[in-house]
Protein backbone atom coordinates (compact mmCIF):
# COMPACT_ATOMS: atom_id res chain seq x y z
CA UNK A 1 0.00 0.00 0.00
CA UNK A 2 1.65 3.22 -1.13
CA UNK A 3 1.33 6.08 1.74
CA UNK A 4 2.92 9.79 1.90
CA UNK A 5 2.97 10.78 5.24
CA UNK A 6 3.63 14.40 6.06
CA UNK A 7 4.48 16.02 9.48
CA UNK A 8 6.33 19.37 10.75
CA UNK A 9 3.23 22.24 10.46
CA UNK A 10 2.54 24.00 12.95
CA UNK A 11 1.87 27.50 14.30
CA UNK A 12 4.88 30.05 13.89
CA UNK A 13 5.30 33.90 13.76
CA UNK A 14 5.51 35.87 10.96
CA UNK A 15 9.39 35.86 9.35
CA UNK A 16 9.67 32.24 11.40
CA UNK A 17 10.49 29.34 9.46
CA UNK A 18 9.28 25.53 9.49
CA UNK A 19 10.28 22.12 8.10
CA UNK A 20 8.10 20.02 6.82
CA UNK A 21 8.73 16.08 6.12
CA UNK A 22 7.02 13.49 3.78
CA UNK A 23 7.68 10.50 4.98
CA UNK A 24 6.70 7.78 1.23
CA UNK A 25 6.33 3.89 1.54
CA UNK A 26 5.13 1.03 -0.65
CA UNK A 27 6.89 2.76 -3.75
CA UNK A 28 10.27 2.90 -5.34
CA UNK A 29 11.29 6.60 -3.81
CA UNK A 30 14.09 7.18 -5.86
CA UNK A 31 12.09 7.00 -9.29
CA UNK A 32 9.21 9.91 -8.50
CA UNK A 33 9.80 12.94 -8.65
CA UNK A 34 8.38 14.68 -5.22
CA UNK A 35 6.66 17.79 -4.83
CA UNK A 36 4.59 19.75 -2.05
CA UNK A 37 1.22 22.03 -3.21
CA UNK A 38 -0.64 23.50 -0.60
CA UNK A 39 -4.52 23.87 -0.77
CA UNK A 40 -6.49 27.54 0.93
CA UNK A 41 -9.79 27.18 1.89
CA UNK A 42 -12.19 27.82 -1.10
CA UNK A 43 -9.28 27.71 -3.65
CA UNK A 44 -8.05 24.98 -5.92
CA UNK A 45 -4.56 23.36 -5.08
CA UNK A 46 -1.79 25.07 -6.02
CA UNK A 47 1.89 23.93 -6.91
CA UNK A 48 4.17 25.24 -4.76
CA UNK A 49 7.76 23.55 -5.47
CA UNK A 50 8.96 19.62 -7.01
CA UNK A 51 12.05 17.60 -7.26
CA UNK A 52 13.16 15.63 -9.63
CA UNK A 53 14.01 11.87 -9.14
CA UNK A 54 17.08 11.71 -11.64
CA UNK A 55 19.18 15.22 -11.62
CA UNK A 56 17.39 16.77 -8.49
CA UNK A 57 16.33 19.73 -10.47
CA UNK A 58 13.45 21.78 -8.94
CA UNK A 59 10.62 24.02 -9.86
CA UNK A 60 9.49 26.82 -7.73
CA UNK A 61 6.00 29.14 -8.02
CA UNK A 62 7.12 32.48 -8.27
CA UNK A 63 5.22 33.49 -5.15
CA UNK A 64 8.17 31.54 -3.20
CA UNK A 65 10.25 34.31 -4.15
CA UNK A 66 13.83 32.54 -2.70
CA UNK A 67 12.21 31.48 0.29
CA UNK A 68 11.54 27.50 0.30
CA UNK A 69 13.73 25.13 -0.28
CA UNK A 70 13.28 21.27 -1.16
CA UNK A 71 15.51 18.70 -0.62
CA UNK A 72 15.25 14.42 -0.76
CA UNK A 73 16.91 11.84 1.13
CA UNK A 74 16.39 8.48 -0.87
CA UNK A 75 17.59 6.68 1.83
CA UNK A 76 15.24 7.44 4.31
CA UNK A 77 12.17 7.72 1.64
CA UNK A 78 11.83 11.82 2.80
CA UNK A 79 11.33 14.67 0.93
CA UNK A 80 11.86 17.87 2.74
CA UNK A 81 10.67 21.28 2.52
CA UNK A 82 12.40 23.94 4.37
CA UNK A 83 10.22 26.98 5.03
CA UNK A 84 11.33 30.48 6.10
CA UNK A 85 10.18 33.86 6.21
CA UNK A 86 6.79 32.87 6.70
CA UNK A 87 3.88 35.44 6.16
CA UNK A 88 0.93 35.24 7.57
CA UNK A 89 -0.83 34.29 3.69
CA UNK A 90 1.22 31.00 3.71
CA UNK A 91 -1.26 29.76 6.19
CA UNK A 92 -2.95 26.50 5.07
CA UNK A 93 -2.99 22.89 4.63
CA UNK A 94 0.85 21.65 2.80
CA UNK A 95 0.41 18.46 0.87
CA UNK A 96 2.82 16.18 -0.16
CA UNK A 97 3.07 14.71 -3.92
CA UNK A 98 4.79 12.00 -5.97
CA UNK A 99 4.52 10.92 -9.12
CA UNK A 100 6.36 8.76 -12.16
CA UNK A 101 6.03 12.20 -14.31
CA UNK A 102 8.38 15.19 -13.63
CA UNK A 103 6.50 17.92 -15.74
CA UNK A 104 5.00 20.49 -14.27
CA UNK A 105 1.20 20.29 -14.86
CA UNK A 106 -1.96 22.98 -14.83
CA UNK A 107 -3.97 20.44 -13.74
CA UNK A 108 -3.46 18.78 -10.05
CA UNK A 109 -5.97 15.69 -11.63
CA UNK A 110 -2.56 14.76 -13.39
CA UNK A 111 -0.42 14.10 -10.03
CA UNK A 112 -0.44 10.49 -9.14
CA UNK A 113 0.01 9.91 -5.00
CA UNK A 114 -0.83 12.75 -2.23
CA UNK A 115 -0.87 12.52 1.19
CA UNK A 116 -2.93 13.67 3.65
CA UNK A 117 -1.73 17.39 4.26
CA UNK A 118 -0.25 19.04 6.83
CA UNK A 119 -1.66 22.51 8.77
CA UNK A 120 0.96 25.31 8.39
CA UNK A 121 -0.55 28.90 10.14
CA UNK A 122 1.51 31.45 10.41
CA UNK A 123 0.58 34.56 12.89
CA UNK A 124 1.54 38.35 12.77
Known amino acids: QVQLVESGGGLVQAGGSLRLSCVAS????????MGWFRQRPGKEREFVVRINWSDLATWFASFVKGRFTISRDNAKNTVYLQMSSLAPEDTTEYYCEASKDSRIWTSVSRYELWGQGTQVSVYS
Open 26 to 33: GLTFSTYT
